[in-house]
């Protein structure tokens, strides 16, 4: 059985930093690539980065790119989303997600396996 569990979340002020943790159970984990996604009340899901297996490559959304940073450790079957700078409008509930392939993509239905998500809010 898969599983995808996201900790990390929580309430911070504008300029804060979070850093997101999703461990992942069930499958081989140095052989997926992975993608963190967010959804905000009233918004569909959005992508906001991406990693492949090996962790060579990363890409963002752009309102994030410079903010954000996705890594990973494939020792810990773990992939993480350091938030700097962040802003209200980062407000959302935030998903880890596991690719069909070895290279991440920007496509939600590329992604097979979902964790629960951790809320993020972004408040003064």
């Known amino acids: 059985q898969v599983q995808l569990v996201e900790s990390g979340g929580g309430e911070v002020q504008p300029g804060g930093s979070l850093t997101l943790s999703c461990v992942v159970s069930g499958r081989t984990f140095s052989r997926d690539a992975m993608g963190w996604f967010r959804q905000a009340p009233g918004k569909e899901r959005e992508f906001v980065a991406g990693?492949?297996?090996?962790?060579?490559?990363?890409f963002y959304e752009p309102s994030v790119l410079g903010r954000f940073t996705i890594s990973r450790d494939n020792t810990k079957n773990t992939v993480y989303l350091h938030m700097s700078t962040l802003k209200p409008e980062d407000t959302a509930v935030y998903y880890c997600?596991?690719?069909?392939?070895?290279?991440?993509?920007?496509?939600?239905?590329?992604?097979?396996?979902w964790g629960q998500g951790t809320q993020v809010t972004v408040s003064s």
């Open positions: 997600a596991t690719a069909k392939f070895a290279s991440a993509t920007r496509i939600l239905h590329d992604y097979i396996y």
């Open positions: 990693i492949n297996y090996a962790a060579d490559i990363t």
